[in-house]
Every structure is written in structure tokens, then in C-alpha cells.
């Protein structure tokens, strides 16, 4: 068995559910329950047979857990990305990762939502009738430690698998990567993440107080 010195270090895989009609005119789709396009699907199927099984990237011999956001576009993608492996992961389907809510600009495009506010700035004024910044910052932070104590007794016990997987929503994975390397919720503006595509998340020099971004958009889909 080996020690806390040479385990590989732990990741989290943080998965945007595929392309829905809303992610492809740029709808803001929090509550609403939009499932994916054809191409969505497809699109998640692909990466099942590029990215998960034994010995592959998403080796569920490997997955500790993974959460999973409520809304069917993000409950489908898990589905088409895992169950085709004989055993698939634990999973938890938990509001905590669900898509920030947009509250009253729930549907809306941005150039809709800034005719009424033209100063508006989500990262920075969250959402009227929804998730304020400081809301949406305390919930994914949660999320994160309870990844980082996963990964915790993975380094230094061995008492769970090496690695966790979320399947979420863009705004979502954008603060949580913001958040991850403990960066202000609004840096999340500077990072793009596609429908379908995959970031990593580790540590440096491992240490589980230095997190790092390892890749970002993996295997997104290219329009």
C-alpha cells in the first residue's frame, strides 16, 4: 500500500453539463430545467467512450464521489458520461452545485438584462430576487471544502479513492475555479468554460494549501 509521499496527488474533474438551446443563444439558465440538444448528447456520449473506464482519465476505480447538480442538462450528462462502465461512481445529486441563480434575469440575454440595468456585472452585483455574490461565493466555498477533505484523507490515509467529480453548470464552475486557486469570486470573469468540456483541479508541490488550476475546457465541444 503506499503512504501519503507517493500517492498521486488528488484532482477534482469539474464537468459543464452539454450544449442546451439556452447555452447556445446565451440565456441565462439557472432554475429552468432546458434538457440538452441532440448535439448534447452526442456530444456527452463521446467523451463516455474518450474519458471513462478503467485505466482512462475518469477511472471510476479511482472516483470518490461526485456531485451532481439536480438539473436534468447536468443529471443527463453524468448519465450518458458513466453509465455505460459496469460499475458506475457514487454520485450525489445536491443543490449545492446547481447553477447560480439569476433570480428576476432567469431566461434573459445579457444585452436584455443590461436595458434594464446597463451597469450591471453579475460577478460583482449578483442577481435581484436571486444568489448575491456573497451568496453564491459561501455556497461554492462550502462545496470546495468538503472536496479538500475528501482529498485529505485520500493524501494522508488512504481511507477513500483518489479523486472527485462535479457536474455543473458555467457560472458555477467558473467561481469554484476562481475560488479553488483562492482567488475573489469575481476573477471567475477571466476563466471560459464550454458546454461539455472538463477543467482539472489539483494542488502544487503536494501541498493541498497550494491549489492550481491544471487544464481548463478539456474535450470541449468546438463551434
Known amino acids: 500500500m503506499t503512504d501519503s509521499k507517493t500517492r498521486p496527488m488528488p484532482r477534482l474533474f469539474l ?4 450544449e442546451t438551446e439556452w447555452s447556445l443563444n446565451g440565456r441565462h439558465t439557472g432554475r ?3 434538457p440538452l440538444t441532440k448535439r448534447g448528447e452526442e456530444d456527452a456520449t463521446q467523451r463516455a467512450q474518450t474519458l471513462v473506464g478503467p485505466g482512462k482519465v475518469l477511472d471510476p476505480a479511482n472516483l470518490c464521489t461526485v456531485f451532481v447538480s439536480p438539473r436534468v442538462r447536468a443529471h443527463k450528462t453524468f448519465h450518458l458520461l458513466f453509465d455505460q462502465v459496469d460499475t458506475p461512481p457514487a ?6 452545485v446547481r447553477e447560480w441563480d439569476y433570480g428576476e434575469y432567469e431566461g434573459l440575454l445579457s444585452s436584455e438584462i443590461r436595458a434594464k440595468n446597463p451597469t450591471w456585472e453579475i460577478w460583482k452585483d449578483g442577481c435581484p430576487g436571486g444568489e448575491s455574490v456573497e451568496e453564491m ?4 466555498d462550502n462545496v470546495i471544502q468538503q472536496v479538500r477533505d475528501y482529498h485529505r484523507k485520500y493524501l494522508e490515509h488512504g481511507t477513500v479513492s483518489r479523486d472527485v467529480v462535479i457536474v455543473a453548470h ?3 464552475n467558473r467561481v ?4 479553488w486557486n483562492k482567488f475573489p469570486l469575481y476573477m471567475g470573469t477571466h476563466f471560459n468554460v464550454e458546454p461539455a468540456g472538463m477543467a482539472i483541479l489539483s494542488y502544487n508541490h503536494r501541498n493541498l494549501d497550494e491549489p492550481a488550476l491544471n ?5 470541449a465541444q468546438v463551434n
Request: net charge neutral.
Open 91 to 96: 454520485h450525489v445529486i445536491t443543490e449545492e
Open 137 to 140: 461565493c459561501m455556497r461554492v
Open 170 to 172: 458555467g457560472h458555477f
Open 15 to 18: 464537468i459543464r453539463h452539454g
Open 176 to 179: 469554484a475555479i476562481a475560488r
Open 32 to 34: 429552468t430545467d432546458i
Open 215 to 219: 487544464a481548463l475546457n478539456l474535450y
